[in-house]
């Protein structure tokens, strides 16, 4: 049996459905299960990686964990917490979504606490493998309504170009990591990206076309996203942490490297922004736009 972590989120719950749909019998751990999708093949199980005595229970007669959990301070430990109860569990293999950035020198703390998760699951002595995304096409709808009002989106990336990836493809490298032979993929670090890096005034525009409208981007600066994020209320280490990624960026170099990997784990293509755009036109164009999968997805380093 699968278990899969950060089930209501926006991967985990796309990585359920197929898991679901091929009829693999998988188990969702969340704080709150009443949040959760019932599926065909899917137990619901509460439990809190925050509390270790909790855990037990949901790790029982799993032999394959896919860890993922949103960001939060405590990343590190919560992963932690679960890498241990696997090795307790017997579990023979875990799929961890990282990030691209995952460096102990980084300048994102968020990319900073997923090494030290990696470095726990390489230590632990379980099979392993490493999802490593770059920046979500997903993470573009939190700029909806800044489309429908003010026909724009902004970022502080300069012109640097970013092989965004569609988050449906991160959920189908999961899947095909989790239900093929453990000898494939183990000890494997994939670097998941789209197809072509595009800055944002392509992004713009491909969205634009998509909504039959005029987009722009607007080129912030550090100092004045740093001040948006801050009037929309979020926490000091998390505004550094996207401030950091949108200095990667707008450097460019090993950051708009486009890599072959979603292709070579899933057997498809990765997803344009085209297609990202048209799929999700609803949202960037209807105050009332429909966003089906739950919850939010973790911001990629």
Known sequence: MILVTGATGTIGSEVLRRLSEAGVETRALSRDPRRGETRPHVEWVRADLSEPATLSPAFEDIDRLFLLTGNVRSMAELQTNAIDEAVAGGVDHVVKLSARGAQPESNSAIARWHHEAE???????????????????????????????????????GDGRIP???????ADGAA????????????????LTGGVALDYTQVAATLGTAIGQNVSYVA????????????????????????????????????ARVT????????HPPRSMAQFAYDHRRVFTEHDGAYTTEGNAPVPQ
């Open 119 to 157: 470095i726990h699951l390489k230590a632990s002595g379980l099979s392993w493998t490493m999802l490593r995304p770059h920046a979500f096409m997903q993470n573009l709808l939190d700029q909806a309504e800044r489309v429908r009002t003010e026909g724009a989106i902004r970022a502080a990336a």
């Open 164 to 170: 965004f990836i569609d988050t449906r493809d991160i």
């Open 176 to 191: 095909t990591v989790l239900t093929e032979p453990v000898q494939e993929h183990a000890s494997e670090t994939y670097l």
């Open 220 to 255: 912030e600066s550090i100092e004045e996203t740093r001040a948006r994020l801050q009037a929309e209320g979020l926490p000091d280490w998390l505004i550094d942490s996207k401030l950091a990624l949108a200095a990667y960026q707008r450097a460019g170099g090993e950051t």
């Open 260 to 267: 072959n990997d979603v292709f070579e784990v899933t057997g």
